[in-house]
């Protein structure tokens, strides 16, 4: 089953800030290990936070991407982009 990857708007600008090379891998793995995957969920780790606990990340070298699953769509909406140090929250 090939999962649907979806861009909220602020973490499309957020990619297309980054280094071209750096936003290829992020596009890459969504493609390649993401989207192909029968439970996108066997490739992340879940929020942990209270407040936060509705998202999952993937981590890409340095950087993170903080998804929403929506398994009623079969969707995978990317909602944050960024480096480790500050993609997440406060």
């Known amino acids: 089953m090939a999962w ?13 800030k980054l280094d071209r ?15 192909r ?4 969920r066997a490739v992340g780790e879940p929020l942990r936070t209270e407040r936060l606990g509705a998202y999952w990340k993937y981590r890409v070298g ?11 769509r079969i969707v995978v909406t990317v909602v944050r982009i960024g480096h480790r140090s500050d993609v997440y929250w406060d």
């Open 21 to 35: 090379q750096v936003a290829a891998s992020l596009l890459r793995f969504l493609h390649q290990r993401v989207r």
């Open 37 to 40: 995957a029968d439970n996108p």
């Open 62 to 72: 340095d950087y993170r991407l903080i998804c929403c699953i929506q398994d009623q």
């Open 4 to 16: 649907t990857i979806e861009f909220l708007p602020e973490a499309a600008r957020e990619l297309r």
